[in-house]
């Protein structure tokens, strides 16, 4: 198709195209039957128009033959009134408009006019011809010319001329023609009303398919069907009958298919139900063991904080007052009080280590323990370290050897706390396991000329970017024999040195492996039996850039000292349930701040009456009161305009580094942990009334 | 009417003569090869005879032939009776009768005296009177067609022709 879309015949065709088929099959009938019609029609009326001409020229001829005839004497006899008469009965034919007669000469000798005519029928044909030469009959506008020529024996003496209207002949042509037009309507009506009830019988089937498909395609129905035309909805055996079938058998197919698709999605979704119930169901039981798993572990969780602060607060009082008394100035302790005081303290020092390494090997494996790195200086926690355990290393003698200091690059990346832990433990089992006389070295090295490949462990995540400085603990010991060397890391398994006499929980290097674990660093030893063992840690490098300021803490003894009066008259209030506890403050403040006063509640409530009505320089509070709890209390010092500025110094059993930090968050000066050291109690307190007097 | 206008008085007359001899039948017996136009008395016509000898009369050839003395009349087929044989008429209109020729004649009255056909002159037209019984007498029968052009026809028992008969004589005054 070529865009000529204003094209007449393009516009036509397109038209037809469009029309509903039973429209088609009318029209085509009607320009059918036109076409047969207008082509018998139009011969015949031409025809008859022919015929109907052809008589009347024969008629006029005969005419005027006769006139002629009459008409000769009298043109013969020059008798023009006798022409005239003979002229006039021509008036009995209405068709004759007029007459004339000519001489020989072509003069014009009678003439007549039909009544009526008006013009003179001959005007502008004067002397047409002469009596020889007549010609022939002219059909002209509406008229016929005719003439004849006028003879008396033999002799031609003139001529007759003619003119018939041929008005009649169109009348009758036009009767003919209204004839025919009425007979192609009457025939058109008939074709008309045929080709629509024939129409019927071919349209109908067809747009019943269309309408069926339509609806189909709409409502999605399949279980309809095109019905057939006739009695009894048969199908015809025609085309369109075929059609009809294939139609409807392609829709059962259709359906069928439509109908094995539902049910099988009905069946998948039945299953993906099925499963998802399942899946849920399970998702539930992990969900509840997930719960059951977690309140075990809260559980777990609580013990440990619960024994952590149950065995703590009697160890607060025994240590405590083992340490007032070695520093009573005025009832001095006999001799032998003093070193059966240092055997409790002792023994109380070292069930406390117990409970502490428990507690934190507890702790590690519960995901509990929580590191804050920082950078350290080797070689200060190495000193430290060595110094703690000097006293023991003396007892034994045992010689203690500090090789760290060549080393330039002695800045590690780890928790100052484990990791002074870690190499205590170290230490302290080289110094426990040495023969007395040995000698320890601590030495320190980067790991680039030493694989430690020999029974190394390392860390899950190891920082291998920036290397490692490796600690070193040497001993001349006995040495570990091979076959119990893969068993040195179990928990509580002491590789026989149960029945040696050497205290020890058997999980001090456990708790040192993942310490440095924990701290991204490696550890291992090697050992040979007769010759002694090496114990090294490997802990990541701190860049140069990175070097911090150096720590500023100073090493902390247990060793009792005296104290440092606190200078000044203070008004304290301690908070504390526990008389023991409470006791032992109220001794401290007497013998180290004799300036001041202590006051005391046994709850928060009679704490907080009386913080408003003394208004003290500073609180000491127990964190875990009955009741309202030291962090509730805090609160509402804090929201009392009377009480808001009191620095408040937490003492709690609970050493947990997380309740450590939340103390601080919540915005206590200090954090003391039971069992406290006197020199801690009166640094917190000096701080916070420092500060307090700066302000 | 104008014909007589363009055209002398004489050769409308001999193309009268020529048309009668059209509308008059002969009887069978005794024809000849010719038609025979004869013409008694005077010569009016002069030349304006001689196209007829051209154009035939019921395919017989016409002869012209002047006559001077009665007694060849029976030779003729149609007789033109000049003025100046008027003093012979008798005769003449007896031997015509018993020849069977037709008389013809520009004389006043020509037909009251027993001639067949009289020319006359009417409106500045030519007009002619017929007599059937003088016709009939001779054996000659006049078609009915020239008799319906006829001005007067006597001979078949009308009466009424007497009185335009003084018209006619009328007239005869004037003609040279």
């Known amino acids: 198709m070529r865009p000529v879309r204003s094209h007449p015949i393009h516009s036509a065709r397109r038209w037809f195209r469009d029309l509903p088929i039973r429209r088609k099959l009318t029209a085509t009938t009607l320009l059918v039957s036109t076409t047969a019609m207008l082509l018998t029609a139009v011969p015949l009326v031409v025809g008859d128009l022919h015929r109907a001409q052809r008589d009347l020229l024969q008629e006029m001829r005969g005419l005027a033959a006769v006139v002629a005839l009459g008409s000769a004497p009298a043109v013969a006899f020059l008798d023009p009134y006798a022409a005239t008469e003979t002229l006039h009965t021509l008036s009995a034919d209405r068709r004759i408009r007029g007459a004339r007669l000519l001489t020989r000469d072509g003069q014009v000798f009678a003439s007549y006019v039909a009544p009526g005519t008006g013009v003179d029928p001959f005007r502008g044909r004067a002397g047409l011809s002469g009596a020889d030469d007549c010609g022939v009959p002219r059909f002209s506008v509406g008229r016929l010319f005719l003439c004849a020529g006028v003879e008396v024996g033999g002799q031609s003496v003139g001529s007759l001329e003619l003119v018939a209207d041929l008005g009649f002949l169109q009348a009758h042509v036009h009767r003919q023609i209204g004839i025919a037009v009425g007979v192609f309507l009457l025939a058109l009506a008939v074709a008309w009303g045929l080709a629509r009830a024939l129409g019927r019988v071919i349209a109908a089937p067809v747009q019943e398919l269309a309408h069926t498909a339509a609806t189909v395609t709409t409502t999605r129905d399949y279980s309809r069907r095109a019905a057939g035309e006739g009695v009894g909805g048969m199908v015809a055996r025609d085309e369109i009958g075929a059609l009809t079938t294939a139609f409807n058998q392609m829709l059962e197919q259709v359906q069928s298919r439509d109908w094995q698709l539902q049910q099988h999605s009905e069946r998948l979704e039945a299953e993906v139900e099925a499963r998802t119930a399942e899946l849920s169901a399970s998702v539930e039981q992990l969900r509840m063991a997930k719960s059951e798993a977690e309140t075990a ?190 068993h040195l890391f179990e928990p509580f398994n002491r590789l026989g040195a149960e029945d040696s006499g050497t205290e020890g929980t058997g999980i001090g290097l456990v708790i040192t492996l993942k310490l440095v674990e924990m701290m991204r660093g490696r550890m291992g030893f090697s050992s040979r039996v007769g010759e002694g063992s090496q114990f090294w840690i490997g802990l990541p490098r701190v860049g140069p850039g990175e070097a911090q300021a150096a720590d500023t803490d100073t090493a902390v003894g247990y060793v009792p000292a005296a104290c440092k009066p606190l200078m000044g008259a203070y008004t304290l209030l301690y908070i504390e349930d526990n008389p023991a506890n409470l006791h032992l403050l109220q001794e401290l403040v007497r013998q180290c701040a004799t300036e001041s006063r202590m006051l005391s509640a046994s709850s928060a409530e009679l704490g907080l009456l009386l913080a408003r009505s003394e208004k003290p320089h500073a609180i000491l509070m127990d964190i875990n009161l009955p009741g309202m709890d030291g962090f509730e209390a805090l609160r509402r010092l804090r929201t009392d305009a009377a009480t808001r500025s009191i620095p408040v110094i937490a003492v709690s059993a609970d050493g947990m580094a997380d309740q450590v930090q939340r103390g601080m968050d919540a915005g206590f000066a200090a954090y003391v942990t039971k069992p406290f050291r006197m020199v801690e109690v009166l640094d917190a307190l000096r701080a916070a009334l420092k500060v307090k007097v700066a302000r | 009417m104008a014909q007589g206008g363009g055209v002398g008085e004489y050769e409308l007359k001999a193309a009268f003569l020529y048309n009668f001899a059209k509308f008059v039948e002969w009887p069978a017996a005794g024809q000849q090869e010719e038609f025979t136009l004869c013409v008694i008395g005077g010569n009016p016509f002069g030349a304006a005879l001689n196209p007829l000898s051209s154009s035939p009369v019921r395919g017989r050839a016409v002869v012209v032939t002047r006559l001077s003395d009665p007694e060849e009349i029976s030779r003729c087929n149609m007789l033109f009776v000049d003025a100046l044989a008027l003093d012979r008429l008798p005769v003449i209109l007896q031997r015509s009768r018993d020849a069977h020729v037709l008389t013809v004649a520009d004389i006043d009255g020509f037909t009251r005296r027993g001639g067949m056909i009289g020319l006359v002159s009417e409106d500045n037209r030519i007009r002619f009177d017929i007599n059937t019984r003088a016709a009939n007498d001779a054996g000659l029968r006049v078609s009915s067609r020239l008799l319906s052009l006829a001005r007067r026809v006597l001979g078949d028992g009308t009466s009424g022709t007497a009185g335009a008969e003084g018209v006619g004589s009328g007239m005869e005054g004037n003609r040279p």
Request: hydrophobic share 40%.
């Open chain 1, 297 to 486: 572990s809260q559980a777990k969780s609580q013990f440990l904080s619960r024994m952590s602060h149950e065995l703590r607060t009697p160890m607060n009082a025994i240590l405590g007052f083992s340490q007032l008394l070695g520093m009573a100035q005025d009832e001095p302790l006999s001799e032998r009080q003093k070193e059966y005081m240092g055997h409790v303290t002792k023994a109380g020092h070292h069930l406390l280590e117990l409970i502490n390494e428990v507690l934190d090997l507890a702790r590690i494996e519960s995901g509990r323990m929580t590191l804050s790195t920082e950078s350290l200086d080797v070689g200060a926690v190495v000193a430290e370290c060595l110094e703690l355990t000097r006293a023991m290393a003396g007892d034994r003698h045992i010689t203690l050897v500090d090789a760290t200091h060549d080393l330039p690059l002695t800045r590690v990346r780890a928790d100052r706390v484990r990791l002074r832990q870690a190499l205590l433990n170290l230490l302290s089992n080289a110094a426990k396991y040495s023969v007395a006389g040995g000698t320890v070295t601590v030495s320190c090295d980067t790991d680039d000329n030493d694989d430690a490949g020999d029974g190394g462990k390392k860390g899950a995540d190891v920082a291998d970017d920036t290397g490692l400085i490796m600690l070193r603990v040497t001993d001349t010991g006995p040495g570990i024999p091979a076959p119990l060397q893969e």
